[in-house]
């Protein structure tokens, strides 16, 4: 499975920013996807996922309220609407997919996208 996200860019504080990622080479049916972040220094950590019928989602309380994650079954997609954009989510937005369950453990998905740069200046 490749994984291809898209979307990023720089935008002010306060802005938005919509991310997308593709999934090709095999379906994702019955898979959770979700998206990690990683900032300069900084280990990557978990922001947002959801699960295959979309029945469950789990945020990171550093954007809840702000991100919302969307899937498109029959485009093999996933989706991130980011709202009101802080200066601190600035970092290296990757999808990740794989996991059997919603999960916010890295470790939990077995494919990742190359990653995408988020830059949120105050």
């Known amino acids: 499975v490749q994984l291809q996200a898209s979307g990023g860019g720089m935008v002010q504080a306060g802005g938005s920013l919509r991310l997308s990622c593709a999934a090709s080479g095999r379906t994702l049916s019955g898979y959770a996807m979700g998206w990690f972040r990683q900032a300069p220094g900084k280990e990557r950590e978990f922001v947002t996922a959801v699960n295959w019928s979309s029945s469950t989602t789990y945020t990171a309380d550093s954007v809840k309220g702000r991100f919302t994650i969307s899937r498109d079954n029959a485009k093999n997609a996933v989706h991130l609407q980011m709202n009101s954009l802080k200066p601190e989510d600035t970092a290296v937005y990757f999808c990740?997919?794989?996991?059997?369950?919603?999960?916010?453990?890295?470790?939990?998905?077995?494919?990742w996208g190359q990653g995408t740069q988020v830059t949120v200046s105050s």
């Open positions: 990740a997919a794989g996991s059997r369950r919603v999960s916010m453990d890295e470790n939990a998905y077995g494919y």
